[in-house]
C-alpha cells in the first residue's frame, strides 16, 4: 500500500512538472540586463517566434515602456510609464493608446491621459482615412492634429466622399459610444 502511495504521489509530481513545462514552453521570453543586474528590456515571444509583448525598464528597475502586439503582429497597446510608477504624457501628447483591427486594417486608436483616463478615440475607415474622431474627459484637443478642419462645436461634422461622390464618413466631435475601456489597464 506504501508503494502504492508513494507511486501516485511521484506520478502525480511527474504529470504537474509537465503541465508547468508545456504552459511555459507556449512562449519564449527574451531578457537583456543593466550592469548592475536589473531587467533593461522584456520581450515576449508566443510558441512561432511572433513578438507579443516588449517592456522597457530604467536602470533602477522601474517600468518606463509597455507595448502589447495581437496574434497577427499588429501593435494594439502602448504606454509610458513615469519612474513612481503611474503613466506619463510621452514626446506625442499622450500616456497610453490602444489600437483596434478588423480584417487587418487599423479601424480605431483610443488616447489615454496620464490620469489613465480615455481622452480621445480616432475611427478609420477601409482606406485608413480619418473618418470620426471624439474626446472625453475634459475634451482639449491635441494641437499636433493630422487632418483638418476639425468641427468648432459638438454635434458638428464634416462628411468625406469617395472619388465618386459616394458619402465615405465624417469627421465629427463626439462624447459618448465607447471602443476602449475608459481607463487604461494592461494584463501581463
Not at 514626446?91 to 483596434?100: C, E, V
Not at 476639425?150 to 465629427?172: H, I, K, V
Amino acid at each position: 500500500m506504501k508503494r502504492i502511495m508513494f507511486l501516485a504521489v511521484v506520478l502525480f509530481m511527474f504529470f504537474f512538472s509537465l503541465l508547468q513545462c508545456s504552459a511555459q514552453s507556449s512562449w519564449m521570453e527574451n531578457k537583456d540586463y543593466w550592469d548592475n543586474g536589473n531587467v533593461r528590456s522584456v520581450k515576449r515571444y508566443d510558441s512561432e517566434g511572433d513578438i507579443k509583448l516588449e517592456k522597457y525598464y530604467r536602470e533602477d528597475g522601474t517600468l518606463e515602456q509597455y507595448i502589447e502586439y495581437d496574434d497577427e503582429g499588429h501593435k494594439i497597446a502602448e504606454a509610458y510609464y513615469g519612474e513612481n510608477g503611474d503613466l506619463r504624457e510621452g514626446p506625442d501628447g499622450w500616456a497610453a493608446m490602444r489600437f483596434k483591427y478588423e480584417g487587418g486594417n487599423m479601424v480605431a486608436e483610443g488616447y489615454y491621459g496620464p490620469s489613465g483616463k480615455l481622452t480621445e478615440r480616432k475611427l478609420y475607415n477601409s482606406e485608413g482615412d480619418l473618418v470620426a474622431k471624439q474626446y472625453y474627459g475634459d475634451k482639449e484637443r491635441l494641437p499636433a492634429e493630422e487632418y483638418n478642419p476639425d468641427p468648432p462645436l459638438a454635434g458638428e461634422q464634416n462628411e468625406y466622399y469617395d472619388e465618386y461622390g459616394r458619402p465615405e464618413g465624417t469627421t465629427s466631435v463626439e462624447y459618448d459610444e465607447d471602443i476602449f475601456s475608459p481607463f487604461w489597464d494592461y494584463e501581463e
